[in-house]
């Protein structure tokens, strides 16, 4: 980086921290910093939706997935995609709701001040783990661009980064709360958009101005030179030899989790239409604001592609395929000296910034609201409460912080927190829709889920060692070898080239290169046959981490066929081993029913983890609520007339509106489907099929964007 690049940077946090002095100025009460006051229109909402939804792990993660699986490495943010049309519903309860945390909610429904703190508690370690993937990838990013490994101290650069940047966040989003947190949202939606874009066009021009002709320097040159150099099946969205780390089911899966997990998400209650002024901003900012995302997503892929034909053989990426962003944006902007380096770095943390504030405030919401005024002091004046919320807003970007010093597998972190929501999932669906659900089964669902995915599974291997070797349970997935033959590309040749040079810099250094930059590519020479041999399986059935060969690892044939032009040869492991990591519980319910997960793929084992973790939670619940007392017949009339009750802009008008319907909660149940059963579905009007249609479309229409894109420069796409 250049001094004009530090100057952008210096600019942009100088600017954040503007805004978040004179938002404080703004802030006199809790709803006024919390939920700012409840009177944000579409834009604003739309680019708080994109801001908090827009984590900078993503483009980063994105680039890693596309770099390494080609187009199909965009699911591993796509998979929110098919969720969108479900948040037109949803940003109605939320902004109905009229709660200033999703901790009140539980308060409410289920009559217990007990568990909108045990909500706060799970709020608390959600972030941070799910804010420490943005600091890695952060990490990630700048150490390229900023051209030194090493920080304060002569320690790894992410030591002195991911404080520094922990420090900007919790300046300007203690000061001015969600107001500061929405209108810095609204400067780094444009900061995100441009990430987004700025690589494309002169990562283009650099393709052609390297690879093309004195003719050939316009971006359509850039797109044929691209494709030229790349493999076609890097250029499939959901099949092709590349897209094996996400085929069809585990995007389903994925996206049914996302789904499900994704409304107790606890900045929902803001960002996902809690602070819109009316329904229908909350509706418009949620839906447009995610739809403006997976258009970025869409530009993150094609950068990564581009950055595979440009940087094929660089060392770095070799090395570590997160850095992808980093050293494209060096490498293609850098000889600019324009300040584009710099700016880039500014985009890339205002997508981490502009979902870490968000979080943050919502979490000190939470501490507030169902942890300080529920059991400290319940009369304590607006100040003081909005003095502890700013204090608490520090627990949760320090925690990520230091949880993002102590790992640093982004997409291994992100899935980590993606599972995490389960625990209140069921609850919030089912307290939704069913009056029969109530506060003990609830607590049994919360203990039951607890118990068998997140305690047992690290508790019985450590109870019990022997498990981790018993030949049974120490077993893996066959491994299957595919190879095929297709021309070289001038990628493959130079991808060769730069693992075995980064092989040969660790080894020199005594580091363990193979398990850090894996498998070599194969040899290759520009336009002559190559033999491409893709491994699969091998993954540990029954543990989370892998299952480690006593001694040398020996291979036994199972079977050996041609499939087309590809052999397929699949192997399994023998000898004794030793599983890793946590124990797969709920996979012992495979076994026992004789299904036989040998033959399955890693992306299928992940994809079979999703039953146990979505449907038995909901069975749990519904079998506890039949064998529990109901709640509160009052409490649940006037919970049910709120959540019928439309939302009017004017605070006072509101009041009145709901006063009238909880004096007849009846006369709000005139739209149930099921009049006579404790089911509270409504007929939907027209605006909610209108809208949720419309969204559906957009993601189909979407999906063919995204394929046209990829063919491009194509021989086929001309």
């Known amino acids: 980086m250049t001094p004009i690049d530090y100057f952008v940077l210096a600019g942009y946090f100088a600017v954040m921290i503007a805004i978040g002095i004179w938002a404080m100025r703004r802030v006199s009460d809790q709803e006024d910093y919390f939920m700012g006051g409840r009177g944000f229109g579409k834009v604003m909402q739309t680019f708080a939706a994109f801001g908090a939804g827009t984590g900078a792990h993503e483009p980063v993660q994105v680039g890693s997935t596309a770099w390494t699986s080609g187009l199909s490495g965009a699911w591993s943010a796509l998979m929110w995609l098919f969720v969108t049309p479900i948040y037109w519903i949803t940003a109605v309860w939320y902004r109905r709701m009229r709660h200033l945390t999703l901790g009140d909610w539980f308060v409410e429904r289920y009559e217990s001040r007990n568990m909108g703190a045990a909500y706060t508690l799970f709020a608390i370690v959600f972030y941070m783990v799910y804010l420490s993937t943005m600091f890695s990838a952060l990490a990630a990013f700048a150490v390229p661009l900023m051209g030194v490994e090493t920080g304060l101290f002569g320690y790894d650069l992410k030591y002195t980064l991911i404080p520094a940047i922990a420090m900007v966040v919790i300046l300007y989003g203690v000061l001015g709360g969600l107001t500061a947190a929405y209108w810095t949202d609204l400067v780094q939606g444009l900061f995100i958009i441009l990430l987004s874009v700025l690589l494309i066009p002169y990562g283009l021009w650099a393709l052609a101005k390297q690879y093309g002709g004195e003719n050939e320097q316009g971006l359509m040159d850039g797109f044929r030179i691209m494709h030229e150099r790349v493999s076609i099946d890097y250029f499939n969205l959901f099949s092709g030899p590349s897209s094996g780390e996400f085929p069809i089911h585990y995007i389903i899966s994925l996206s049914l989790l996302a789904m499900v997990g994704i409304v107790v998400q606890p900045h929902f209650i803001a960002t996902g239409g809690g602070s819109a002024k009316t329904e229908d901003e909350a509706r418009i900012g949620l839906v447009v604001g995610n739809f403006l995302k997976r258009l970025c997503t869409a530009g993150w892929a094609l950068t990564a592609l581009i ?397 063919g964007m995204l394929m046209w894109v990829a063919t491009i420069g194509s021989v086929s796409g001309n």
């Not at 504030?357 to 919502?362: G, P, W």
């Not at 889920?449 to 022997?466: D, K």
């Open 307 to 703: 950055a595979l034909a440009l940087l094929a053989g660089n060392p770095e990426i070799a090395t570590n395929p997160d850095r992808v962003w980093g050293v494209a944006a060096r490498e293609i902007l850098g000889p600019l000296n324009l300040g584009l380096v710099g700016l880039m770095l500014a985009c890339l943390l205002a997508a981490m910034m502009s979902s870490a504030d968000t979080y943050m405030i919502v979490t000190s919401g939470l501490v507030v609201r169902n942890v300080y005024a529920a059991y400290v002091d319940s009369e304590a004046s607006e100040k003081k409460y909005v003095l502890v919320g700013r204090m608490t807003g520090l627990v949760i970007i320090i925690g990520a912080a230091v949880f993002a010093l102590m790992y640093a597998d982004v997409f291994g972190q992100f899935k980590m927190a993606m599972e995490l929501p389960i625990l209140f999932a069921a609850p919030f669906w089912l307290g939704m829709y069913w009056r029969r659900v109530n506060r003990t089964a609830v607590w049994g669902t919360i203990a039951f889920s607890l118990l068998l995915f997140f305690i047992l599974p690290v508790a019985i291997p450590m109870i019990n060692p022997g498990l981790r070797t018993n030949p049974s349970l120490a077993t893996t997935t066959h491994v299957v070898t595919k190879t095929f033959e297709r021309t070289a590309t001038e990628s493959d040749v130079a991808r060769h080239e730069a693992w075995t040079a980064a092989n040969a810099a660790l080894a020199a250094n005594g580091g363990s290169a193979k398990a850090t930059i894996g498998p070599p590519p194969p040899a290759a020479t520009l336009g002559q046959p190559i033999a491409i041999t893709i491994k699969s399986g091998g993954a540990s059935i029954f543990w989370r981490g892998d299952v480690q060969a006593v001694g040398t690892p020996q291979l036994e044939l199972v079977d050996e066929r041609q499939e087309g032009d590809m052999l397929v040869r699949v192997e399994r492991k023998t000898g004794p081993q030793i599983g890793q990591g946590s124990f797969n519980l709920d996979f012992l319910l495979y076994s026992a029913v004789g299904i036989d997960l040998s033959g399955a793929s890693r992306a299928t084992l992940e994809t079979l983890r999703l039953p146990t973790r979505l449907l038995t939670p909901f069975l749990v619940l519904i079998l506890l609520s039949l064998l529990t007392p109901r709640g509160s017949t009052e409490v649940l009339n006037r919970y049910f007339a709120k959540m019928n009750t439309p939302v009017v802009a004017d605070p006072e008008a509101d009041q009145a509106l709901l006063e009238q319907a909880y004096a007849s909660p009846a006369t709000t149940a005139t739209r149930k489907l099921f009049p006579a059963s404790d089911w509270e579905f409504v007929k939907p009007t027209s605006k909610d099929v209108a809208g949720f249609v419309a969204s559906c479309i957009f993601c189909v229409l979407f999906v």
